[in-house]
């Protein structure tokens, strides 16, 4: 049950697009669509911002959307706004109700 | 409003023993699946617990079975986890969290997604 693996730090400019990435095995990120992405901002609880791979729950900017193809799952920031500014997580479900999560990631907007 | 609040946290001595609580408000509490989340200072989110809506399966990754158990009592939509032989690994903030669940019409989807998640309480292992 070792970590998905994302990259430690991306950034960009406002209005840019950003897109990064969520590694796992076929045992899980390629195994499952059940991928989803957090958003947490300093001190604060996760917020939910993608499920199902590609699902926005109720409330969340359509600017942030998600994909997969194989064992890695993406998730694209579009039109960056400075509060974007935060770390992102995902998720993947492992069977037999188990999860792992992703080493995280921090954005940071230039 | 749905909200998840957590409790119990705190300075435990290493070796002993706490039992964090999480109640739920707003929803249907008896109808998610609960699970606990850690996150040590300066560190990422770590899955430590899951159990279903009823209560009767659990489950735990490799890293904390023995040692941490998780329990609902849907009477009074509360949550709880009980973690033993504490050490200083342990030191995180320890969140709640739902399991999504979305429904359409009268179809209920169950997702593997947290989709409320509570503030937190922290537990601090030092002597």
């Known amino acids: 049950q070792s970590s998905l693996t994302q990259p430690a730090s991306v950034s960009g400019s406002p209005g840019q697009s950003i897109t990064f990435s969520c590694t796992g095995t076929?045992?899980?990120?390629?195994?499952?669509?059940?991928v989803s992405w957090y958003q947490q901002h300093p001190g604060k609880a996760p917020k939910l911002l993608i499920y199902?791979?590609?699902n926005r729950p109720s409330g969340v900017s359509s600017r942030f959307s998600g994909s997969k193809s194989g064992n890695t799952a993406s998730l694209t920031i579009s039109g960056l706004q400075a509060e974007d500014e935060a770390d992102y997580y995902c998720?993947?479900?492992?069977?037999?109700?188990?999860?792992?999560f992703g080493t995280g990631t921090q954005v940071t907007v230039l | 409003e749905v909200q998840l609040l957590e409790s119990g946290g705190g300075v435990v001595q290493p070796g002993g023993s706490v039992r964090l609580s999480c109640a739920g408000s707003g929803f249907t509490f008896s109808n998610h699946a609960m699970t606990w989340v850690r996150q040590a200072p300066g560190k990422g989110l770590e899955w430590v617990s899951t159990i279903s809506p009823t209560g009767t399966t659990t489950y735990n990754p490799d890293s904390v079975k023995g040692r941490f158990t998780i329990s609902r009592d849907n009477s009074e939509n509360t949550l709880f986890l009980e973690v033993n032989s504490l050490s200083a690994e342990d030191t995180a903030v320890y969140y709640c969290?739902?399991?999504?669940?979305?429904?359409?019409?009268?179809?209920?989807?169950?997702?593997?997604?947290?989709?409320?998640w509570g503030q937190g309480t922290t537990v601090t292992v030092s002597s």
């Open positions: 199902g791979v590609t």
């Open positions: 076929s045992s899980d990120v390629g195994g499952y669509n059940y």
């Open positions: 969290a739902r399991r999504l669940v979305v429904v359409v019409g009268d179809t209920y989807y169950y997702h593997y997604a947290l989709d409320v």
């Open positions: 998720i993947s479900y492992t069977g037999y109700g188990t999860y792992v």
